[in-house]
């Protein structure tokens, strides 16, 4: 079984930065997609930005392109979201998301093993 454990969540001021941190244990393997989700309260849950097993080749929402940089430990099976000139509107439970299959990245059903969520807060 696979498990998915997100870090690095918390609470910013407008402008500030934060990384998150999602790491696979369990059993071994190598997913085509990790990425990150959004979910804000009373909203669907949102694409935010994912990176390839391979290129590797990374894919980023409109509203955070520039903000934020995706990266990826293979080695590790890590990804890493870093987040920085962040809005109030940012303000979400980020969810780290892998997918052993190639489908439509930004697509939550094309994803296979979730994590269980880190809140990110910001304040205006």
């Known amino acids: 079984q696979v498990q998915l454990v997100e870090s690095g969540g918390g609470l910013v001021q407008a402008g500030g930065s934060l990384r998150l941190s999602c790491a696979a244990s369990?059993?071994?393997?190598?997913?085509?997609?990790m990425g990150w989700f959004r979910q804000a309260p009373g909203e669907e849950r949102e694409f935010v930005a994912v990176?390839?097993?391979?290129?590797?080749?990374?894919y980023y929402a409109e509203s955070v392109k520039g903000r934020f940089a995706i990266s990826r430990d293979n080695a590790k099976n890590t990804v890493y979201l870093q987040m920085n000139s962040l809005k109030p509107e940012d303000t979400a439970v980020y969810y780290c998301a892998a997918s052993t299959s190639v489908g439509i990245y930004y697509y939550a059903g094309t994803y296979d093993y979730w994590g269980q969520g880190t809140q990110v807060t910001v304040s205006s």
């Open positions: 369990g059993r071994t393997f190598n997913p085509y997609f």
């Open positions: 990176s390839t097993s391979s290129g590797p080749r990374t």
